[in-house]
Structure formats: structure tokens, C-alpha cells
């Protein structure tokens, strides 16, 4: 285990459903990350939190909306989903050092998602 | 693009033998991470190595880094089949604020 969480593990969810990913860390880390893993493509970065700031937003589209109350839960908020969005969603979280460039991640087990 | 390229995609051995991976990167950077995964599951952080490093080991694990050619290569030495999985090289590149991930090679270990 890497000490981050991820709630559900799977979901199928229609194109006119609303629901949320869950991501925990209490490894003291300061920032979270959320990434999609489609096959056969890089991960791909979608959202970084700093300090519970968020930092990136790597042109994901406005039906992903992400939440970060406190340092330790990042959510990722989903509604009106496209088939192309199934994925493997990854959260992520580190502890950064600007002195010392990115350190290493830790990543959850992952979302399996399914849109129909 | 800033990102690592694994070489090669795709990697089938036998138990006991060795498994060379390599990665290669277009911009100067600070760091570079190697990644493991398993079948639908999270990566897993196997060993970083900063740009003024050359070699690093972690058991059965040997990275090197030449920042002069951008590349990296990752030695799992005497595999089992438990290594079975998806490597990512994830380059911490000057300039940019997060990490970048390859495609990542398949490794399959046979018994």
C-alpha cells in the first residue's frame, strides 16, 4: 500500500449522472494530483494542488471539476460525461521541494471508469 | 514536448535473465523517476536520480542517467516473474512545474 486511497474503485455511470472520485493522503504531503490513463496514451496530468491551491489545469474540460477542502482529500467532481472519458483516474500526492525539483509520487490504485 | 520516451515498448524475457529499459528526454532537467505498474492498478515509485547523478542502485535495480545524450536506462537484474508490468520513466524537466510521463514499456517475465 501507498498510504493513498482511492474511492471507488470502479464506476459505470450514465452520460446525464453526477457523481465524485475520492482521493486521501495522510502522508503529510503537500501536494495532490489527479491523472487520466487511457489506453495506449501517456498518463496524462489533469489537475495539480499545492498547499491546496490548484496550480494546473491542463485544459480539462469543465465537465471535470475538482475540489481540494485540505491537504489530506482531493476530489474530482464528474457530470455529463462523454464515452471517451473511460479511464483510469489516478490521484496522486508528494511532498515538493522547490530547492530540489519534484520528488517522487505516491499513487492510489485508481477508478476504473466507465461511461455508457 | 518535455517528455520521456521508453524504449522499447514492449519487452518479453525469461526468469533469471536480465531486463534493460531505456528513456529519452528532449529538455534539461532536475531529477528522473522510474515507475512501475501492474495491470490496472497505480504506479508504484521505484527510484529517482538527480541530474548531477550518473548511477544509482536499488536491489535489483540499476538506473543510469547521461544528461549529455538525455537518457536513462533502467536494469532489473535476475527478473523474476513478479516483475511483470508497465515501466514509466516521468522526467522532472527545468522550467516546467510537474512531471512528465512516457508511454511506458511492457515487461513479461516468464517461468
Known amino acids: 500500500e501507498t498510504g493513498v486511497t482511492q474511492t471507488p474503485r470502479h464506476l459505470v455511470m450514465g452520460m446525464t449522472n453526477k457523481k465524485s472520485l475520492k482521493c486521501e493522503q495522510h502522508?503529510?504531503?503537500?501536494?495532490m494530483y489527479w491523472y487520466k490513463q487511457s489506453a495506449k496514451k501517456p498518463l496524462e496530468l489533469m489537475f495539480v494542488?499545492?498547499?491546496?491551491?490548484?496550480?494546473e489545469n491542463n485544459s480539462v474540460p469543465s465537465r471535470f471539476s475538482p475540489e481540494c477542502p485540505n491537504s489530506s482529500h482531493l476530489f474530482l467532481h464528474l457530470h455529463t460525461l462523454q464515452p471517451e472519458d473511460s479511464a483510469l483516474y489516478l490521484c496522486?500526492?508528494?511532498?515538493?521541494?522547490?530547492?530540489?525539483?519534484?520528488?517522487?509520487?505516491?499513487f492510489g490504485p485508481g477508478t476504473r471508469l466507465t461511461v455508457l | 514536448s518535455q517528455q520521456g520516451e521508453e524504449d522499447p515498448q514492449a519487452l518479453s524475457i525469461q526468469e533469471g535473465e536480465n531486463a534493460t529499459m531505456n528513456c529519452s528526454y528532449k529538455?534539461?532537467?532536475?531529477?528522473l523517476q522510474w515507475y512501475r505498474q501492474n495491470s490496472g492498478r497505480g504506479l508504484v515509485h521505484l527510484i529517482l536520480?538527480?541530474?548531477?547523478?550518473r548511477e544509482k542502485h536499488s536491489g535489483r535495480l540499476r538506473v543510469t542517467l547521461d544528461t549529455s545524450k538525455k537518457s536513462s536506462s533502467l536494469l532489473i537484474t535476475a527478473s523474476r516473474a513478479a516483475d511483470t508490468a508497465s515501466y514509466f520513466c516521468?522526467?522532472?524537466?527545468?522550467?516546467?512545474?510537474?512531471?512528465?510521463f512516457g508511454k511506458g514499456t511492457m515487461l513479461l517475465v516468464s517461468p
Open positions: 494542488y499545492n498547499f491546496k491551491e490548484q496550480t
Open positions: 536520480i538527480r541530474s548531477n547523478e
Open positions: 516521468a522526467t522532472d524537466a527545468r522550467g516546467y512545474s510537474t512531471l512528465t
Open positions: 529538455t534539461s532537467i532536475n531529477n
Open positions: 496522486a500526492s508528494s511532498l515538493e521541494d522547490r530547492d530540489r525539483g519534484r520528488n517522487e509520487q505516491f
Open positions: 502522508l503529510g504531503h503537500n501536494a
